[in-house]
C-alpha cells in the first residue's frame, strides 16, 4: 500500500481543533502530523485546503439489507454510500432475511463484507427470529465479534424477556439497544398522531408507545444493573426520561437519527410513503428537544437508521407502504446544517443564540428561517392536506426552526456525536481494542474523514449511491460536504467518488 | 376561474366561491335531469375510470350515472377483478388506464390519501369517491346543495353567493363514529367555511384525538344537543372498520347515541335528518325515522347525481362548453 498525505487541513477529534496540519499516512497508520510535511517519494496526495479532517465517522444503526433484500441494498451498495457519508464503520441492523441471530449467519456477514469499502460489525438479535420469545445465543455471537443487541424494527415487548436479556448480556459486556415501541398502542400507525393525523384520516402513534417502553426498560436495566442503548428517540418525553436516568448514575445511552431532528410530521400532508418512518417524524417541540439533549449530552449519538427500500413499495398507499428512510449519504450534512454553530469561526464553541443566524452572518449563506410549510393550525384552511399537491412543499433550503439556535453546536460535539461515541457505544473505539473514532494521533489507525463544513450542496437522491433512492431530503440544499474518506490507510472515496 | 384544477381530492380544495359555483352549476344539471331526454353530450368522446378499491354502491352508481348523462364513456374497474390482485401497484395501473384512454379518474380506496397520492402521479383529473377515513368531498357537495334545496330562500339572493346563505350560523350535528368516517372530515371542514356552528356527538372512543383542535364543539351527551339542532347528520356506525371494539356494544351504541322516535321529539319541529348511506336501521338511526318526512336521505342520493355532473363537468369540459348545456 502506499503512503498517502493528507495535505493542509483542519483536524477535530476528541481533543480539539488543531488547524494547518498534514497527515502522513502509511500502510492503515498514521504515522506524522505536522505541518508542511514534505511529500514521500511516491506518496499520494490529498488536498485537504478548507476541509476538516475527522476520526472516521461510526453509525450505529444501518440497514444494509443483505441477505434478504438486495433489491434495496446490498452490503457492497450500503458500504460504498457509508462511504460516501464519511463512515469507516457501520453497526449492521439485524433485521435481515433470514434475521442475524445465530452465530453462523454473523461468520456470513463477516465474510460477505470482507471485501467492503469499510468496516462492517454486525449486531445481533435480541431474540430468536425477532419474535420476543427466546433469547438468541448471545455468547455465541458475542465470540464472532457481536457487541450490540437488537431486535430492532420491534421493541421487545415482554418485560420478562427484556430483563433476562438485560441479564444474560451485561454478564457478556455486551450492550442491549432497545428499539422502542409498544406494539399495543403504536400497531398499524402510519404517522405522529396528532392534529395533522386526525384530519389526514389516518393512524398516528402516540408519543407515549415509546415512552412507555422507554421508561420500563429503565426500571428493568436498574433492577439488573445492566447497561442500556436506547436507539431512535422521538419524543420529548424520551428525552426527559433519558436524562434523568443519566443524572441517576445509570450506564444508559441514546441515539437520534438526523430526520428526527429536522423533519416534522407536516412532511406527511400529502400522503408520501418517503416520509413515512418508525418511529414517525414528530413536531417541532420534539425536535427542539431533542436538539437540546444533543447539545447537553443527554443524546450521546447521531446514527442514520439508514433503511433502503425500493421505489415500488414506497408507491403504495401510505398505509401500506414500509417505513424507512436512506440517511448514510445526508447525516453529516443534515447535522451541520441543523446543529452548528455558525457565528464565529470553525470550531469556537458556542455563541449568544440571540446572534445567531438572525443577521445573516453565517458564512455559507444558509437561511435559517421559519419554515414556509408549517403545521397549519387552522382546519380546513388545507389543513387538510389537500392544497398544493403538484408542487414541491419544502423551501430549497433544510431550514430550522430558530427557536433551536441556543442549543447549536461546535465541530467537536457534532463529530463526537457522529464518530467517537458511537464508536464507544458500539464497542469499536481505540480503547475497547477497536480501530474507530480516533483520536487523531501518530500510531492510530487511519481511518478518517475529510469534510468542507460549509459547502452547500443539493440532494439528488438518483444521484446517492446507495441502490435505494428514499431520502427525505431529496431536492433539499445542505452545508458541509463529505470530500475523501480514508479507511485503514486507503482512501476509499475520494472526490465525490468511491474508489470500489 | 380558479377552481379546481387538476383534482378534487378535499374539500379544503374549495373556497366558498367554487362552493357556490358548484352549487348553481348543480340546480342547471339538476334541471337537466328533469328534461324528458336526461342527457347532454357536453362531454362526448370522453372517457371517465372508475377506479373502485372498496364496496360501494350509490356512490359509484352516482358517479357512473352522472359521468353517463354527460356522454362520457365509462371504463370500471374494481380491485376484486384487476392486475392489482395479481401485484400490479396501484401507480402502474392509472398509468395504463390512462394510456389505455382514460380522460379522468374516479377514485375510491380502503387508504386514506390515495387520491392525494394519485393527483401527483397523474396528470389528468382525479375526482376523490372517499379514501378510508380521509375525506369525501362529493358527499359535503351533495349534502350542501340538498340543504339548500329545504332551507335557501331564493329571494335574498343579492349577491353571488346568496346561495350559501342559509348556512350561516345553521346548527349541524353530526352523530355517530366520527374517527372513522372520511364524510364528518369533509363535512367539517366545508361547513365551518360556509359558517355553520357544527357539534359532534357521540362516545369519545369514536371521536378523533386532537379534535379539540378542530372548528367544532364536541359533546358526548346527544339529548343535550339535539333540542338546539337545525341539522341532524347521522353516520354509519362502521363495524368493518372494527368500530365494534371501540364500544362495549352495540346495544350500548344504539341505547346512547342512535336516533329513534323519542330522542328524535328532542329536535326542534323544522330539523331535517340526514345520513350518508347505508343505514344499519334500529343501530343508528330507527327505520321510521329514515322514512319520515323530516329525512333528506333519499333527497341526498338523488342529489348526488347533479352535483358529481357538476363536478366532473368543471374538471373535464373544454371552456365555453357550457352553452352545449
Known sequence: MTKVLLQGGTLVDATGIRSGLDVLIDNSEIVEIAPNISPPRGARLIDCDGCMISPGLVDLHTHLREPGNEEAETIESGTRAAVAGGYTAVVCMPNTEPPIDNATAVRDILAMSKDALCAVIPAGTITVGREGERLSPMVEMNACGVRLFTDDGRGVQSASVMRRALEYASALGATIAQHCEMEDLAANTVMNEGYLSSVMGVQGAPNCAEELMLERDLELAALCGARIHFMHLSTHGSVELVRRAKLAGMQVTAEVTPHHISLTDDMLSEYNPIYKVNPPLRTRKDITALIRALSDGTIDAIATDHAPHVRESKELPLDQAPPGMIGLETALAVAITVLKDNSGEVGTGRKDASENGRSGNNRSGRTYSTKSNSVKSEYGNSGSAGGGRANNSYSEHLTIDPSVLQYSMNMVDIIAAMSWKPAAIAGLDVASGGRHGGPIVPGAPANLTVFDPSADWRVDAPRLLSKSGNSPFDGLSLTGKVRHTIYEGEPVYLDGRATK | ?325
Not at chain 2, 352549487?23 to 371517465?48: H, Y
Not at chain 2, 389505455?100 to 397520492?117: C, E, K, L, N, W
Not at chain 2, 379514501?131 to 339572493?157: M, V
Open chain 2, 1 to 325: 376561474m380558479s377552481l379546481l384544477q387538476n383534482a378534487l381530492v378535499s374539500i379544503g380544495d374549495l373556497d366558498n366561491d367554487d362552493i357556490g359555483h358548484i352549487m348553481k352549476l348543480s340546480a342547471i344539471f339538476s334541471e337537466v335531469l328533469r328534461r324528458d331526454i336526461p342527457k347532454v353530450p357536453t362531454l362526448r368522446g370522453k372517457t371517465m375510470a372508475m377506479v373502485f378499491s372498496e364496496d360501494s354502491t350509490r356512490t359509484r352508481t352516482s358517479f357512473e350515472i352522472a359521468a353517463k348523462k354527460l356522454s362520457m364513456d365509462i371504463l370500471s374497474l374494481n380491485s376484486s377483478q384487476s392486475s392489482m390482485k395479481k401485484g400490479e401497484s396501484l401507480k402502474d395501473t392509472l398509468a395504463n388506464l390512462h394510456a389505455i384512454g382514460a380522460d379522468g379518474f374516479v377514485i375510491r380506496h380502503s387508504s386514506s390519501g390515495v387520491p392525494t397520492q394519485a393527483s401527483t402521479w397523474m396528470t389528468v383529473p382525479v375526482i376523490n369517491a372517499g379514501d378510508g377515513c380521509h375525506e369525501h368531498p362529493t358527499q359535503a357537495l351533495l349534502d350542501c346543495y340538498t340543504l339548500i334545496e329545504r332551507f335557501d330562500t331564493p329571494s335574498n339572493h343579492t349577491t353571488d353567493n346568496a346561495i350559501l346563505n342559509c348556512f350561516n350560523g345553521m346548527t349541524v350535528t353530526i352523530v355517530g363514529d366520527v374517527e372513522h368516517s372520511r364524510v364528518a372530515r369533509s363535512l367539517v371542514i366545508m361547513l365551518d367555511m360556509l359558517g355553520a356552528k357544527t357539534t359532534l356527538c357521540g362516545p369519545r372512543t369514536l371521536m378523533p384525538r386532537h379534535v379539540d383542535k378542530w372548528p367544532v364543539r364536541v359533546s358526548y351527551h346527544l339529548d343535550e344537543v339535539l333540542p338546539e339542532t337545525q341539522v341532524c347528520y347521522i353516520l354509519r356506525l362502521q363495524n368493518e372498520r372494527g368500530s365494534g371494539t371501540y364500544l362495549p356494544s352495540i346495544r350500548e351504541y344504539a341505547m346512547n347515541w342512535g336516533i329513534d322516535s323519542k330522542r328524535a321529539s328532542l329536535l326542534p319541529e323544522t330539523a331535517v335528518i340526514m345520513h350518508p348511506g347505508p343505514i344499519n336501521r334500529g343501530v343508528e338511526l330507527a327505520g321510521e325515522i329514515a322514512d319520515s318526512s323530516r329525512s333528506l336521505i333519499l333527497n341526498q342520493a338523488s342529489n348526488g347525481v347533479a352535483v358529481r355532473m357538476a363536478v366532473i363537468y368543471l374538471l373535464l369540459a373544454n371552456p365555453g362548453d357550457i352553452t352545449e348545456v
